[in-house]
């Protein structure tokens, strides 16, 4: 390692400045999710001004993603079992804008609700025919689109009867290092949103209901899948660009 | 309340199953002269390591440029092949990750500031319904670090600490992030 060159000199660097989403994500510490006790900060979240690495990030396209990526069905000797679905809609920032060419990465389990993982030992089947990975990029218009089969709801440990509503898990980079997001999908009607912690740890509950997809009959296909429709909307940027002082 | 954005969720227990690239450690090739290596545990509250979290770096190039439209400096294709700023991997069973990738150059700051080297780090987990974030700096560059105005901000020089790598062998840094504890590391709010 060397010691880095001198700064290059700033005259005028007016900088982009991205929303802060004030109540929108869960909080770290969310007792009903055990697992949340021992993986949380306890000292309180130290204010960064958003400058050029957070305002900056990496720009992923079609070179991270092979053909039959989008296609969760594809890619094996045979086809999974389960309901086929359609997942699709647009990546969008909170400021409007559509966020085109951007990288979404999927998880999921399978139509029984079983990760083909090692580490599940949820005794529902695995489908050999289903890995529950894909990637796809969003188009000029932020639009995206996966074929997959509709997961299972399975059991888990954090408390006696314990089950996860069905979902699907998102992986979004958008543009810049401050719209990263991690999150998950779910599907509409699902008796067990009341009884889930992880998807109640979301304190506001309209910003809980962004996360349930909706059935969309325009974008089923007859004789072949059923479709839902799931918009996400990233931290877009303020009005205001100009800023002095700590602009998060 | 912010108009509308999609809340975060954990990324559970699986996220092998999605996250995990042949190149993801790789924010240079390990040939690439000046290439260094960071690595470290990602340890609970009780010290445990995390099998199932990730790691995610990114910073500036050794220019202190970005290839990003959004630099009002301009987007500057880096001058080394095959660097893109950006890396990831997944804790093994032990907690550890390890990247690869080139020393950052000091940032120009629109307070007239400069900003140290460093890289600013995005860590997901299960048992995490949101990502933490915190940033790496480097052991040897004592006078930058000293007029960065992140650490500045840091009172507290027992936390500030936590923030900067340990020097391993040549070309290594060594950088633990503590969730919770005692030598908790610093995370920010972004």
């Known amino acids: ?248 | 309340m912010s108009a509308g954005i999609t809340p975060s969720q954990t990324v559970g227990p699986y996220l092998a199953l999605g996250l995990p690239w042949a190149d993801g450690p790789f924010a240079a090739t390990p040939d690439t002269p000046g290439a260094i290596r960071i690595s470290g545990l990602v340890l609970d509250g009780e010290g445990v390591p995390l099998p199932d979290a990730v790691v995610e770096t990114w910073q500036a190039d050794p220019d202190g440029r970005f290839d990003h439209p959004d630099d009002p400096r301009g987007a500057v294709q880096p001058g080394v092949a095959g660097f893109r700023g950006f890396a990831r991997c997944l804790t093994d069973g032990a907690g550890r990750y390890e990247i690869v990738t080139l020393k950052p150059g000091s940032l120009p700051t629109p307070d007239g500031d400069t900003e140290a080297p460093h890289l600013d780090v995005s860590v997901f987990g299960r048992g995490m319904l949101n990502r933490v974030v915190t940033r790496i700096y480097f052991p040897d560059e004592e006078a930058a670090n000293a007029a960065d105005p992140v650490l500045r901000a840091i009172a507290d020089p027992r936390r500030r600490a936590t923030l900067i790598g340990e020097p391993g062998g040549d070309g290594e840094l060594r950088f633990d992030i503590r969730l919770q504890g005692d030598a908790e590391t610093v995370f920010f709010d972004v």
């Open chain 1, 1 to 248: 390692m060397t010691v880095s060159n001198p700064p290059v000199a700033s005259g005028g660097l007016v900088l982009p400045r991205y929303e802060v989403a004030a109540g929108v994500h869960p909080p770290l510490d969310s007792p009903a999710y055990r697992s949340s006790a021992l993986r949380h900060p306890k000292q309180p979240l130290v204010p960064l001004a958003q400058r050029l690495t957070e305002i900056t990030g990496p720009l992923f396209g079609a070179e991270r993603v092979g053909e039959p990526d989008a296609d969760l069905t594809a890619g094996h000797p045979g086809e999974p079992i389960g309901e086929r679905i359609i997942v699709h809609g647009r990546v969008v920032d909170s400021d409007g804008r559509p966020v085109p060419d951007a990288l979404i990465e999927v998880w999921q389990a399978n139509a029984a609700g079983r990760y083909h993982h090692v580490v599940d030992d949820h005794p529902a089947p695995i489908d050999p025919n289903f890995s529950g990975g894909g990637r796809c990029v969003t188009d000029s218009l932020g639009r995206y689109r996966f074929v997959t089969v509709k997961p299972g709801p399975y059991p888990w440990g954090n408390h006696y009867n314990a089950w996860r509503p069905a979902h699907i898990h998102f992986s979004l980079f958008g543009r810049a290092f401050t719209q990263r997001l991690i999150t998950q999908m779910f599907f509409p009607g699902d008796p067990l949103f009341p009884l889930d912690p992880i998807f109640n740890s979301i304190p506001d509950e309209r910003a809980r209901q962004r996360l349930i997809s909706s059935f969309d009959i325009e974008t089923t296909v007859p004789d072949w899948a059923m479709a839902y429709r799931w918009d996400i909307v990233l931290r877009g940027r303020t009005a205001t660009v100009f800023e002095n002082g700590d602009g998060r």
